[in-house]
């Protein structure tokens, strides 16, 4: 045993620099990660071969019943957080496993609806809709009434469900991590702990490609995966972690109000804050999350730039399902070009992960790394006004996921490392949700607006994107500024 631990830490210390008592939770961190992704990039060509077989017009209403959904769902798992008589790795085991019985679930009705359609009606509605399509100009695309409303409601649910899952179940284990870890092992760990999201998203889109035929069965593989996370999940845990060093705030100026707790430090050390022993009725629990948003100028910057990412990235979504619904009749076809793209991209997002994420946070910073995909989207979006292609959307897409996992979502994780621990599980799964629902909903009522409404085309809407680039790379700039301040005072030992 103890020699499987050292060869082990051997090889993950040539990848990365972890001390002895950081190897555990990291491990574990980057296998539920791994099964997670593993799972939701299994699911994600059948969620979205789906959307396309109810219509290409129809999808700003799924991202607006997504928004719903979320809205509805979300604050359960803030409920689950803070239970006073559950931990919080029994709290993210429970929402691990929650999911995968979901996906039990969904392969059943899928699998029924799939067996009773029409394969006739099916390449009917997808020639029909291909051909009503134009990338360039209105987009309506054929009505998918010539299913059963019971065919139209399960792959509804799938989509809104598949997007829950991805929202809820890595924010809840990215809040895990970030209570195990400060933001010294955070700069040097987290680029790890993604790679093994990457790796998952690599080894989920390479058996969504082998396994296709597979169709509805893909679902019981993803809840397989999911309860292998949910078993990865026990082993993040801060409790063989050194104690951290009692913070002291006391006497300086200019921070928020989530930064003068120095009479609670303790109490967020030891995995417990103040609010958090203290039973709370579950309406209050639900609002308690908004309720530290607004309370807190640094958080609100935080939201703000989430939904900025959150708009351009749908924006991209949105032009790469046109196209790929407009080249491709076939639904097996459709299914293994979106596993196919999200495996392409997959490789060159584990390799920087493993080799350069690291180095960036920890020589760059916070603020380099979260101003870089602001900075790669703008270009992005003016490379694809001046050459709306198929091949200049899928380089776009490619450089900035790369530039998105690589640099600046670990860099956004370490945002939360100078809050508090309320902040991290309720505040944090708060912003990962709604305020990411909120994102995708802006921007596909953006999207139709311009697209159907206005009649652009997709150079003109590329252009509208431009503006909102700007923004976020300022709030970017202005909350890494931000979280370095907080941080040099958080490293200040008590006198």
């Given at each position: ?256 109000e989530h930064v003068e707790v120095d009479k609670h430090s303790k109490a967020y ?30 958080l609100i910057h935080i939201s703000a730039f989430l939904w900025l990412s959150a ?83 899928a380089i776009s897409e490619t450089l900035r996921k790369v530039v998105t996992y ?90």
């Amino acid at each position: 045993m103890v020699t499987v631990r050292s060869r082990i830490e051997w090889i993950v210390s040539c990848i990365v620099t972890v001390h002895p008592h950081e190897l555990f939770p990291l491990i574990h961190s980057f296998a539920c990660f791994f099964f997670i992704l593993t799972a939701y990039f299994v699911v994600l060509p059948l969620r979205d071969e789906g959307a396309i077989s109810l219509g290409l017009s129809n999808l700003p209403g799924l991202f607006a019943g997504s928004l719903v959904l979320t809205l509805v769902a979300a604050p359960i798992s803030t409920v689950i957080f803070s239970l006073p008589y559950l931990s919080k790795g029994k709290a993210l085991l429970i929402i691990h496993r929650f999911f995968s019985g979901s996906l039990v679930l969904f392969f059943i009705l899928l699998y029924v609806t799939s067996f009773g359609s029409s394969p006739s009606v099916s390449k009917v509605l997808v020639s029909q809709s291909i051909a009503t399509v134009n990338y360039d100009g209105p987009n309506h695309s054929a009505s998918s009434g010539s299913h059963g409303w019971f065919f139209i409601s399960v792959r509804i649910s799938l989509f809104l469900w598949v997007a829950l899952l991805n929202l809820v179940t890595i924010s809840s284990t990215w809040a895990r991590v970030i209570d195990v870890m400060d933001n010294e092992s955070g700069s040097r760990l987290f680029g790890f702990v993604g790679a093994g999201a990457t790796l998952g998203q690599l080894f989920g889109s390479l058996f969504a490609i082998g396994m296709a035929r597979l169709g509805p069965f893909l679902l019981l593989f993803a809840a397989l995966m999911m309860e292998l996370a949910a078993q990865s999940s026990k082993g993040i845990t801060r409790d063989i972690l050194p104690e951290p060093k009692e913070l002291s705030f006391i006497g300086q100026p200019g921070l928020d109000e989530h930064v003068e707790v120095d009479k609670h430090s303790k109490a967020y050390s030891s995995g417990s804050s103040p609010r958090s022993s203290v039973m709370m009725p579950p309406l209050y629990v639900i609002f308690d999350g908004l309720r530290l948003i607004v309370g807190s100028t640094y958080l609100i910057h935080i939201s703000a730039f989430l939904w900025l990412s959150a708009v351009v990235s749908s924006f991209f979504y949105l032009q790469k399902v046109t196209i790929i619904a407009t080249t491709v009749a076939s639904s097996l076809d459709r299914r293994r070009m979106f596993a196919q793209i999200n495996s392409f991209i997959a490789i060159f997002i584990l390799t920087g992960q493993l080799t350069v994420t690291g180095h960036i946070l920890t020589v760059a910073g916070v603020t380099a790394a979260i101003c870089a995909t602001p900075l790669v989207a703008l270009f992005n979006t003016m490379a694809i006004a001046l050459w709306p292609t198929w091949i200049m959307v899928a380089i776009s897409e490619t450089l900035r996921k790369v530039v998105t996992y690589v640099v600046t979502r670990p860099g956004r994780e370490l945002l939360f490392t100078v809050v508090s621990q309320d902040e991290k599980y309720k505040a944090k799964v708060c912003i990962d949700v709604i305020v990411q629902r909120l994102g995708d909903a802006t921007a596909a009522g953006i999207y139709k607006l311009l697209v159907d409404v206005l009649h652009k085309k997709a150079s003109t809407v590329a252009l509208y994107a431009v503006p909102v680039c700007l923004l976020w790379m300022v709030t970017a700039f202005y909350l890494g500024r931000r979280q370095s301040h907080l941080f040099k005072y958080q490293s200040v030992p008590t006198s």
